[in-house]
């Protein structure tokens, strides 16, 4: 599993306590080998410079699976991991990374012949867009108008709020995603939930041949899971995240 971080862009890494325990713990749960991607950020680094850095990772990773003796193989990688059962997972602003990185795989002069994307798991992830919707309408219309400033100050396309790296509704290429199955987990009380729900409803009708699958934490709100890894909310996801991975070539 190659995961990104969260973090609007603009902070957090793989070395904070918070991901790291978490990756700890879903590590173990799932019986799998996570690589945690570290991405240049904003305001320093703007776009595409998180997805290029999260690209060239999953390629790093894919040549342990050539067997070249390069100096930078892990020997974990190169021992253990199984390349035809590739997942990318990410939350909030992590989760979009791991879209867009399985679009991109799924362009065919992209894709990377080494490893079988078998999946992505997408949690709370931070879409947006220039008009809002739901919630944002009324009770997050602030939070918006906040979160909002994290992609303007990364991403100084024309496009702005509806870029398509950010804005699944303005990509139309949606159906090329590169595999087969997607999770989608989704907080109750998160500003983001809204758009969760449109991600699912868009990759329904955009033509994508595969399978969505969608959970919902109630009385939870954003990440919730980075902040207390033993609750009842906690636990479940784990064991979600854990049942899509491990019955992925069972479906």
Avoid at 138 to 148: E, I, Q, S, V
Avoid at 220 to 249: K, M, P, R, W
Wanted: overall charge negative.
């Amino acid at each position: 599993m190659v995961y990104f971080h969260g973090g609007g862009f603009v902070f957090e890494s793989t070395m904070t306590t918070s991901y790291h325990s978490t990756l700890n713990h879903l590590t173990a749960k799932s019986n799998v080998i996570t690589v945690s991607v570290e991405y240049r950020l904003g305001p320093e680094y703007l776009v595409p410079a998180c997805y290029t850095d999260s690209w060239e990772a999953i390629k790093w990773v894919a040549s342990h699976r050539k067997g070249h003796d390069l100096d930078d193989l892990d020997p974990w990688l190169k021992e253990y991991a199984d390349f035809s059962k590739m997942f990318f997972a990410g939350d909030s602003a992590g989760a979009n990374i791991a879209h867009n990185m399985a679009m991109r795989f799924g362009l065919k002069p992209n894709r990377i012949v080494e490893i079988d994307l078998k999946g992505v798991i997408l949690i709370h992830p931070y879409f947006g867009g220039k008009d809002p919707i739901g919630s944002e309408l009324g009770k997050h219309k602030r939070l918006k108008a906040f979160t909002d400033q994290f992609w303007n100050l990364v991403n100084r396309s024309k496009s702005g709020l509806d870029d398509p790296l950010f804005n699944p509704e303005k990509d139309p290429n949606l159906s090329g995603l590169g595999c087969s199955k997607i999770l989608l987990l989704v907080a109750e009380k998160d500003s983001f939930r809204d758009r969760g729900l449109l991600y699912k409803e868009l990759m329904e009708k955009s033509g994508w041949v595969g399978k969505l699958e969608m959970m919902e934490s109630k009385d939870e709100d954003h990440v919730f899971f980075l902040f207390d890894h033993f609750c009842e909310s906690t636990c479940g996801f784990y064991n979600t995240i854990s049942a899509f991975i491990n019955q992925s070539d069972v479906d």
